[in-house]
């Protein structure tokens, strides 16, 4: 069975905190991707990013960074610094290869920077 | 930038009535899906499509159904609306497959209550 697990339902930090949002996934498929969107308050989810099962570098894109580890099975999105833009709803999800593009999305983080 | 366009941002509907939801997008997309994103479940895979009068089953089509007369053009049906139908529906995106390393673009989410 294919299942994403974001166990942190609501995190609350501080403005320019860093803050870290797990991401555990199960699958027995070989070739899979996984992918982060940021959902803010009006509701679009936003590509963030997208990793195939076979590149586990790890990834920066300004403040935002991510850590793949096939090992633990887990895909980690780490905000340095973090802003009150930040806050939203951020979700982890699944895709495996040959299955049309459906994800598999995890329950989604709730992320409140305060001023 | 891709442009997946909701018809209606907020609906509310009575019980029994039907109910539908369009889905537009610009990028001649041959996949298209609909997802429905309610809270602690994060978003479940109702139907989707790979091309023009072809549509499969997601995780949870019960209660719903899907026309895709046109490429660009998905809708959702709610033959009789309930009110466990009440909800967040998000419309998505994408060139064939992520298997070919596509991204998924989501429309900005339609909220439907249902009284």
């Known amino acids: 069975a294919q299942k994403v697990t974001q166990a942190q339902t609501e995190i609350s930090v501080v403005e320019k905190e860093d803050v870290t949002l797990d991401c555990v996934y199960e699958?027995?498929?070989?070739?899979?991707?996984l992918f982060w969107y940021k959902q803010p308050p009006s509701g679009e989810l936003v590509f963030l990013i997208r990793?195939?099962?076979?590149?586990?570098q790890n990834e920066i894109s300004g403040r935002y960074s991510w850590n793949f580890q096939k090992s633990t099975s887990s895909f980690n999105f780490t905000i340095t610094a973090s802003q009150v833009v930040d806050s939203a709803v951020y979700f982890c999800?699944?895709?495996?290869?040959?299955?049309?593009?459906?994800?598999?999305f995890g329950q989604g983080t709730e992320l409140s920077v305060k001023p | 930038d891709v442009k997946v366009t909701q018809s209606s941002r907020y609906l509310v509907k009575r019980t029994g009535e039907k109910v539908f939801l369009e889905c537009v997008q610009d990028?001649?997309?041959?996949?298209m899906f609909w997802y429905r994103q309610d809270p602690g479940l994060g978003l479940r895979l109702i139907y989707f499509?790979?091309?023009?009068?072809?549509?499969e089953k997601g995780d949870i089509p019960e209660g719903y159904s899907v026309s895709r007369e046109k490429k660009e053009r998905f809708s959702l049906i709610l033959e009789s609306a309930s009110t466990n139908q009440t909800s967040m529906y998000l419309c998505?995106?994408?060139?064939?497959?992520?298997?070919?390393?596509?991204?998924?673009?989501f429309g900005e989410g339609s909220w439907l209550t249902v009284v």
């Open positions: 499509s790979y091309d023009v009068k072809m549509k």
């Open positions: 999800a699944l895709g495996i290869y040959n299955q049309g593009g459906k994800l598999i």
């Open positions: 990028m001649d997309h041959e996949n």
């Open positions: 699958t027995r498929d070989t070739t899979y991707y």
């Open positions: 990793r195939n099962s076979f590149d586990e």
């Open positions: 998505a995106s994408s060139y064939t497959g992520i298997g070919s390393g596509n991204t998924i673009y």
